[in-house]
């Protein structure tokens, strides 16, 4: 079941990076730009077809994926591809230069890439992030709204029968502690709260909320037993309690809030649209910032992989240690809904990943490109309001170097999270 798990992993990765091409491809032919080659996987190619103008194929190392379109970069400033220079850095623009025209054909002239509009080479380059966002969404609405997923619910799993500071490092009761209002109040653990203090409680937040909001009150609190409705009277106490953040999320630290005594229990929740479309937010926001906190997580990264360290739960996970995490998920004992709901949230956070990272605005990432296609505009429109010659296209070939140097940044930090993920891995159970 391991081995099958990592199996489909790779399968959802294969058509996660061949849908993000396609969205290149479609809006690259939608503009009238020669696609040569349409390839999904890197290295040798293990199968491809020629339709049309365009070659299809896979390659033998299936780790991301490309198409190639006819003159990226404009030619040099003689209008030609730049004769060689000596220079390095120079040599690294014209090798991109020299690349972006070696399959030019006569007719192509008026099929080149930088030759089209600006905002038509925004939406080319925005097009395969895009479509990676478009399946996250539909793969995450499925689970949400068709399997739902595991929550803490208005159920009560357990009553605590006295009351402890979550500060203190215990849970067995002093002679010493007060009852807690749960138990002073006959809670029973399998009673479902339906309401409390008048308010309908239909999920754990909003239950949760009400019961912090409310220290020193006595409140009725309606719960379901055994198929029949009864009403419960209880006086809060004011306790120190984990934080939570405007998500509902627990955090570090501790707050003074009111205090019930119970805990709740898990269950798996279908989402409503409205709800869900709240979760997908909340995770996308996250998301955002973990892909800002990467460089910080590097040093406890490199003490997992080197020096025997704990990995961190939140520790940043390459596609070996995705793959890795489909695998355990289908051994874990659970039903086998939950599994097949699991391993699409896994696909699906990686499709959501890969729109985040491929619109950073850095080349080679798409959303270089995109950068400079906006600076063109700014350019040229800049231009024509303080009419000024037109300044021509933005010559992105010029930033090469600087394309290295991020790309083997990226590298390292893959080789890195590699080794982490192979001698120290991220694990669910």
């Given at each position: 079941?391991?081995?099958?798990?990592?199996?489909?992993?790779?399968?959802?990765?294969?058509?996660?990076?061949?849908?993000?091409?396609?969205?290149?491809?479609?809006?690259?032919?939608?503009?009238?730009?020669?696609?040569?080659?349409?390839?999904?996987?890197?290295?040798?190619?293990?199968?491809?077809?020629?339709?049309?103008?365009?070659?299809?194929?896979?390659?033998?190392?299936?780790m991301?994926?490309?198409?190639?379109?006819?003159?990226m970069?404009?030619?040099?400033?003689?209008?030609?591809?730049?004769?060689?220079?000596?220079?390095?850095?120079?040599?690294?623009?014209?090798?991109?230069?020299?690349?972006?025209?070696e399959?030019?054909?006569?007719?192509?002239?008026?099929?080149?890439?930088?030759?089209?509009?600006?905002?038509?080479?925004?939406?080319?380059?925005?097009?395969?992030?895009?479509m990676?966002?478009?399946?996250?969404?539909?793969?995450?609405?499925?689970?949400?709204?068709?399997?739902?997923?595991?929550?803490?619910?208005?159920?009560?799993?357990?009553?605590?029968?006295?009351?402890?500071?979550?500060?203190?490092?215990?849970?067995?009761?002093?002679?010493?502690?007060?009852?807690?209002?749960?138990?002073?109040?006959?809670?029973?653990?399998?009673?479902?709260?339906?309401?409390?203090?008048?308010?309908?409680?239909?999920?754990?937040?909003?239950?949760?909320?009400?019961?912090?909001?409310?220290?020193?009150?006595?409140?009725?609190?309606?719960?379901?037993?055994?198929?029949?409705e009864?009403?419960?009277?209880?006086?809060?106490?004011?306790?120190?309690?984990?934080?939570?953040?405007?998500?509902?999320?627990?955090?570090?630290?501790?707050?003074?809030?009111?205090?019930?005594?119970?805990?709740?229990?898990?269950?798996?929740?279908?989402?409503?649209?409205?709800?869900?479309?709240t979760?997908?937010?909340?995770?996308?926001?996250?998301?955002?910032?973990?892909?800002?906190?990467?460089?910080?997580?590097?040093?406890?990264?490199?003490?997992?992989?080197?020096?025997?360290?704990?990995?961190?739960?939140?520790?940043?996970?390459?596609?070996?240690?995705?793959?890795?995490?489909?695998?355990?998920?289908?051994?874990?004992?659970?039903?086998?809904?939950?599994?097949?709901?699991?391993?699409?949230?896994?696909?699906?956070?990686?499709?959501?990943?890969?729109?985040?990272?491929?619109?950073?605005?850095?080349?080679?990432?798409?959303?270089g490109?995109?950068?400079?296609?906006?600076?063109?505009?700014?350019?040229?429109?800049l231009?024509?309001?303080?009419?000024?010659?037109?300044?021509?296209?933005?010559?992105?070939?010029?930033?090469?170097?600087?394309?290295?140097?991020?790309?083997?940044?990226?590298?390292?930090?893959?080789?890195?999270?590699?080794?982490?993920?192979?001698?120290?891995?991220?694990?669910?159970?």
């Amino acid at each position: 079941m391991f081995i099958l798990g990592i199996g489909v992993f790779a399968l959802g990765l294969l058509v996660s990076i061949a849908w993000h091409e396609l969205g290149h491809l479609s809006t690259a032919k939608l503009f009238g730009i020669r696609v040569p080659q349409y390839m999904v996987g890197f290295g040798p190619t293990v199968w491809s077809r020629k339709k049309g103008e365009t070659e299809y194929g896979f390659k033998a190392i299936p780790m991301g994926g490309y198409i190639r379109m006819i003159g990226m970069f404009p030619p040099g400033d003689d209008g030609r591809i730049t004769a060689r220079s000596t220079s390095p850095w120079r040599g690294m623009i014209e090798d991109a230069r020299s690349a972006a025209f070696e399959e030019l054909q006569d007719g192509d002239e008026t099929r080149l890439f930088y030759t089209r509009a600006p905002w038509k080479r925004v939406i080319v380059m925005f097009a395969g992030p895009f479509m990676n966002l478009i399946l996250a969404v539909v793969l995450f609405l499925t689970v949400l709204m068709g399997f739902g997923i595991t929550q803490q619910t208005t159920t009560v799993s357990s009553v605590s029968k006295c009351v402890i500071s979550q500060t203190q490092n215990r849970d067995t009761c002093k002679k010493s502690d007060p009852e807690s209002p749960a138990a002073a109040a006959g809670l029973k653990a399998g009673d479902k709260i339906v309401s409390f203090d008048g308010i309908k409680t239909d999920s754990w937040n909003k239950l949760s909320d009400l019961i912090r909001a409310n220290p020193d009150k006595t409140v009725p609190i309606v719960v379901e037993r055994k198929g029949h409705e009864l009403t419960l009277r209880a006086t809060l106490v004011e306790n120190q309690v984990a934080k939570k953040d405007s998500h509902g999320q627990i955090v570090n630290g501790y707050t003074s809030a009111g205090f019930l005594g119970f805990s709740a229990a898990n269950g798996v929740v279908r989402q409503d649209f409205g709800e869900s479309v709240t979760w997908m937010g909340d995770r996308l926001g996250e998301a955002v910032d973990s892909i800002a906190a990467l460089p910080g997580k590097i040093p406890a990264l490199w003490n997992a992989a080197f020096n025997d360290a704990p990995r961190q739960p939140d520790s940043p996970m390459g596609v070996v240690g995705a793959a890795r995490v489909g695998g355990e998920i289908f051994t874990l004992d659970i039903p086998p809904t939950q599994q097949l709901a699991m391993f699409v949230m896994l696909v699906a956070g990686f499709n959501l990943s890969l729109f985040l990272f491929n619109m950073l605005p850095l080349l080679p990432l798409d959303g270089g490109h995109i950068a400079g296609a906006l600076w063109e505009s700014l350019r040229r429109n800049l231009a024509r309001v303080l009419r000024r010659p037109d300044p021509g296209p933005f010559d992105v070939a010029k930033l090469m170097p600087v394309a290295y140097v991020v790309a083997g940044i990226f590298v390292c930090f893959t080789i890195l999270v590699l080794i982490a993920d192979v001698v120290n891995p991220v694990k669910i159970s």
